[in-house]
């Protein structure tokens, strides 16, 4: 079975851009999850999406912005690419049940010029 | 406030045990979970444990939980070269939104 699946897994923008990350979650789940991080940082929580509804936002500015399809697949956007932008945006898909632990992509790496 | 916090090194030799510790604050934290970063890859789930458990153990892998203490520690028996990544502890809590909060993780290294 295919794991989740982010693309693509490097990207160049400079200050002011916009871009689009995407991520296929793992078959049969519902719940999709972005985390920013940043070099030697922990993953920062950024959206939970469940059944396409917006379960959770973390503590970052509204140019972020994300959404998930029927398919459960997810788009992240991010407006105005600042340098700070620059890191590894994950993408982890779980079942959505509480207990049910959080999978992870291998990750966009995102570089701001 | 809530926090996870760890120690940023650990250098072990080859065949030796590991242990990796984690504090939190969060007390009504539900589940504790272990990730695996190796270079240039994502999270790889290791083990979790619910707060209602004190240990775990699964493979080389043991688990053990202070509640009182909110202290939480992974041991890894035998460590191998092959076993050198970051290792991420993060708490999550029942409730509407399930949101897990990860430490800034602990680089194992294993010297041969």
């Known amino acids: 079975d295919a794991g989740v699946t982010q693309s693509p897994t490097h990207l160049i923008k400079t200050r002011g851009q916009h871009v689009t990350l995407r991520c296929s979650p793992i078959?049969?789940?519902?719940?999709v999850s972005w985390y920013q991080q940043v070099l030697g940082q922990g993953p920062q929580f950024i959206f939970q999406?469940?059944?396409?509804?917006?379960?959770g936002r973390g503590n970052f500015p509204d140019r972020f912005s994300a959404r998930q399809f029927p398919n459960y697949s997810s788009e992240l956007n991010v407006n105005a690419l600042l340098l700070g932008d620059s890191a590894l945006y994950l993408c982890a898909s779980s079942l959505g049940h509480p207990h049910q632990p959080q999978h992870f992509g291998d990750g966009t790496r995102l570089s701001i010029l | 406030g809530e926090d996870v916090e760890q120690s940023l090194f650990l250098s072990v030799r080859e065949g030796d045990s590991s242990v990796i510790n984690c504090t939190y604050t969060d007390s009504s934290s539900t589940y504790l979970y272990w990730y695996k970063q190796e270079p240039g890859a994502g999270l790889q789930l290791l083990t979790y444990?619910?707060?209602?458990?004190d240990m775990k153990q699964d493979q080389r892998l043991t688990v053990l939980l202070n509640k009182k203490d909110k202290h939480l520690s992974l041991r890894i028996a035998d460590t191998q070269t092959g076993d050198s990544a970051i290792y991420f502890c993060?708490?999550?809590?029942?409730?509407?939104?399930?949101?897990?909060?990860f430490g800034r993780g602990t680089s194992l290294i294993v010297h041969p």
């Open positions: 078959s049969g789940h519902k719940s």
């Open positions: 993060a708490e999550g809590r029942t409730g509407g939104s399930y949101i897990p909060t």
């Open positions: 444990i619910f707060s209602n458990m």
């Open positions: 999406y469940y059944e396409k509804e917006e379960r």
